[in-house]
């Protein structure tokens, strides 16, 4: 029996056994952040941004980036109707609602026209994507954002090493952000990162990502209701390791495609990934566009291939095909009519807690606000009465130490 040809998976070499074996020996305590800092600091090198915040998710990415610039109910934001979902999820996150461009038949990329067509003076942001490792023609469309004053969002999760004149994927608009899930080509299991390079709106995302928190601030001092997104050490020193290694995993996917260009490029019917001559395409997967007239539809293909041991995918649902089922969960409705993907969704409420608290924030509910934030329990009174501390290398209250070390110090007075 042939080997089966997966979709796509990480290539791991002994440099990243190696980094993820220090991250987990000694990356704790005074080195707890190491790696992360260390694969931020070079992930914002290798892109020539100011600023790289290290991730649980690319879609925590967008969620940030969103909420930093305050996008919230009554804004629209434009989003490529063909995307994976997290594209447009962390809209409806926010409150806002997500308005879907058409995406150009060849780059499979939205462009300047279709954005147009569907901006109205609500739009507060477009997010571009780099779809399927590939690059949408991003001077017009910047020039456009920046005569409309809507801010431009580069969701470059399939796309690191790609690049657009020269200019590296995730250099463009105020932030960019990638993935680095298991299936990337740059991968951390499950990861992402966020890049910017105003100051203030970094230090928002720094708060925002912190349950509130603000670097350097007093300790466990909460300034809003943020969220939780942070990376790991071993996730930060497998992604330091891949980056090191990313030329030679940029060449192996090119490589891939240029055998799959050479035996199907010239198939009558089979449309594969295209390359303008000013962008290095990544090829994140290998893709096809069957003709109808072939005779194969996706629902025959796949199972077809499967068969041969190829594993194989459908191209992206145009997310206007998808309906809310109204718990926020989306289920496949009959498509669209042809012609008619530009469409508004309604917004769909995200079930998850942090984003029920971002809506706390936004004073959706200020009844909950109130409960959550003014109204201190009796635990929080006694909180402040009685000076509770959690300090020590381990998660235990040192109360009675701490208190001894606060008045030697002179910084409490002496018990009487
Ligand atoms: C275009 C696009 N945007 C966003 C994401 C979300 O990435 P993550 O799974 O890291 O949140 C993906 C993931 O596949 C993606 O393909």
Not at 163 to 185: D, L, N, V
Not at 304 to 322: H, I, K, W
Request: with cysteine.
């Amino acid at each position: 029996m042939s080997t089966r040809i997966p979709i796509a998976g990480p290539w791991i070499t002994e440099k990243e056994i190696r980094y993820v074996s220090d991250a987990v020996a000694h990356g704790w305590y005074g080195n707890a952040s190491k790696y992360q800092t260390d694969f931020e600091q070079a992930f914002a090198d290798f892109i020539g941004r100011r600023h790289a915040i290290s991730l649980p998710s690319c879609t925590s990415g967008l969620h940030l980036a969103l909420l930093s610039l305050r996008v919230g109910p009554g804004d629209e934001v434009v989003v490529p109707d063909v995307t994976w979902i997290a594209t447009s999820a962390p809209v409806s996150y926010v409150g806002a609602t997500p308005v879907f461009a058409d995406i150009d038949p060849i780059s499979w990329c939205i462009t300047a026209g279709s954005i147009e067509a569907v901006l109205t003076p609500r739009t507060r942001a477009v997010i571009v994507v780099d779809l399927y490792g590939n690059m949408p023609d991003l001077n017009p469309i910047l020039e456009l954002c920046r005569r409309r004053n809507v801010a431009v969002i580069e969701d470059a999760a399939e796309a690191a090493g790609a690049t657009y004149k020269r200019r590296p994927a995730g250099s463009f608009g105020e932030f960019s952000a990638f993935s680095f899930h298991g299936s990337k080509t740059l991968t951390t299991g499950e990861g992402g990162i966020l890049l910017l390079d105003d100051d203030a709106l970094y230090r928002e995302c720094l708060i925002q990502r912190d349950h509130g928190r603000a670097p350097g601030d007093i300790m466990f001092w909460n300034h809003t209701i943020g969220q939780k997104y942070r990376m790991s050490s071993m996730q930060a020193a497998l992604g330091l390791a891949q980056l090191e290694r990313l030329p030679e995993l940029i060449e192996r996917k090119r490589e891939t495609f240029d055998w799959y260009r050479r035996a199907l490029g010239n198939v009558p019917g089979l449309t594969l990934n295209s390359e303008a001559p000013d962008v290095v395409n990544v090829y994140w997967m290998v893709t096809a566009i069957v003709d109808p007239k072939l005779g194969w539809t996706k629902e025959k293909l796949i199972p077809a291939l499967r068969e041969q041991n190829v594993d194989c995918r459908p191209f992206f649902y145009p997310l206007s095909m998808l309906r809310s089922s109204g718990r926020g969960v989306p289920r496949l409705a009959a498509p669209f009519p042809a012609g008619a993907s530009s469409l508004i969704m309604v917004a769909m409420r995200h079930p998850n807690v942090a984003a029920a608290a971002s809506s706390v924030e936004q004073h959706q509910f200020p009844h909950l606000r109130e409960n959550l934030l003014v109204r201190p329990s009796s635990l929080a009174d006694k909180i402040k009465k009685r000076l509770m501390l959690s300090c020590g290398p381990f998660w235990r209250c040192y109360r009675c130490h701490a208190l001894h070390a606060l008045r030697s110090q002179g910084i409490i007075r002496p018990k009487q």
